[in-house]
Each structure stands twice: as structure tokens, then as C-alpha cells.
């Protein structure tokens, strides 16, 4: 048996591969993209989280506020 390659197998080669490194590069820039908004949305949910303690602690010195004004009143 002759053991041969054609050009249809090295054309099929080339562009399998071809095919390989578009879909890779196309891989990378969507992780690329998706951790940039990972690390905008990370910081906007930190933002949240210490407003939302700073809400709690408010309403805690405006509770406090009301009871020594009713304890004054009576």
C-alpha cells in the first residue's frame, strides 16, 4: 500500500487547524470580556454590601433616638 498525503489532506489539515485558533481566539476575548464586567460588578456588590450596613447601623442610632425621646416625654 502506498502511503501518500494529498493535498486535500493537508488543505483539510490547515484549515481544521485554522479553525481551531479563530475559535480559541474567540474563546479568550469573551473570558477576557466577561472578567472585566466580573470585576465592575464586584465592586458595585462590595458598594452595596457597606450601604447596606450603614443603613442598618442608621436605623439602630434612629431607634435609639426615639426611645430617649419617649422616655423624656413621659
Given at each position: 500500500m502506498e502511503r501518500s498525503v494529498t493535498l486535500g489532506v493537508?488543505?483539510?489539515?490547515v484549515m481544521q487547524t485554522g479553525g481551531a485558533l479563530i475559535w480559541a481566539g474567540a474563546a479568550g476575548e469573551r473570558l477576557d470580556r466577561l472578567e472585566a464586567e466580573a470585576?465592575?460588578?464586584?465592586?458595585?456588590s462590595e458598594r452595596l454590601a457597606?450601604?447596606?450596613e450603614q443603613i442598618g447601623q442608621a436605623?439602630?442610632?434612629?431607634?435609639?433616638?426615639?426611645?430617649?425621646?419617649?422616655?423624656r416625654r413621659d
Open positions: 493537508v488543505f483539510a489539515l470585576e465592575l460588578h464586584g465592586s458595585s457597606r450601604l447596606e436605623r439602630e442610632a434612629l431607634t435609639r433616638i426615639e426611645r430617649r425621646l419617649e422616655s
